[in-house]
């Protein structure tokens, strides 16, 4: 618990830093330090040795999710 909120103190940091120097976009701090630290504290919960091997690639998809976020593509009409 120390080390988790820990984690979420220094993305709540960085955050900051980047909302003053233009780096960031506004945004609810403490939600997005929570995910920030939720998402890398999960890392080695659910990544298995093989995908070690690829850390780049990894490193490239958490990024992606962070810049871009979540987003439903649209339906195909038959």
Known sequence: ???ARALRVK???WLRQ??????C????????AQMGAGAFGWLPKWIT???AA?????????TRFFALGLKASQAKTP
């Open 1 to 3: 618990t120390r080390r």
């Open 11 to 13: 993305f709540a940091g």
């Open 18 to 23: 980047g909302m003053t120097d233009g780096s």
């Open 25 to 32: 976009h506004p945004c609810d701090v403490v939600m997005r």
């Open 49 to 51: 040795p093989d995908d």
């Open 54 to 62: 690829r850390p780049r690639q990894l490193a490239d998809e958490i």
